[in-house]
């Protein structure tokens, strides 16, 4: 089982922008696709983005389309999320995931991360 380490939550104001970094080591090579997911209060974890593994497909939950941006480098084994134009909602612990299937992974991952907090101020 492979690890994943997220980095760069932290408390920012509405309208503001933070980019989440995500460290991805020991994964068996075939498990290619990547995203994140978050949990907000008092709802359950969610779908955010994901990345294939050629990183030529992207996917997005209608709350974040256009303003988070999911990326990938290889060559540093990392995956990052971009996220512009905050909100309050956009508060809670997000996620970084991983599966064998771009198509599976927004619905069940196979591999988590513990996750960075993410505070959003109005």
């Known amino acids: 089982q492979g690890k994943l380490v997220e980095s760069g939550g932290g408390y920012v104001q509405a309208g503001d922008s933070l980019r989440l970094s995500c460290a991805v080591s020991?994964?068996?090579?075939?498990?290619?696709?990547r995203g994140w997911f978050r949990q907000t209060p008092g709802r359950d974890r969610e779908f955010v983005a994901s990345?294939?593994?050629?990183?030529?497909?992207?996917a997005y939950a209608d709350s974040v389309e256009g303003r988070f941006t999911i990326s990938r480098d290889d060559s540093k084994n990392t995956v990052d999320l971009q996220m512009n134009d905050l909100k309050p909602e956009d508060t809670g612990t997000y996620y970084c995931?991983?599966?064998?299937?771009?198509?599976?992974?927004?619905?069940?991952?196979?591999?988590w991360g513990r996750g960075t907090q993410v505070f959003v101020s109005s």
């Open positions: 995931v991983a599966d064998l299937f771009f198509e599976t992974l927004r619905r069940h991952p196979d591999v």
């Open positions: 990345i294939s593994w050629s990183g030529d497909r992207t």
């Open positions: 020991g994964l068996n090579q075939n498990v290619n696709a």
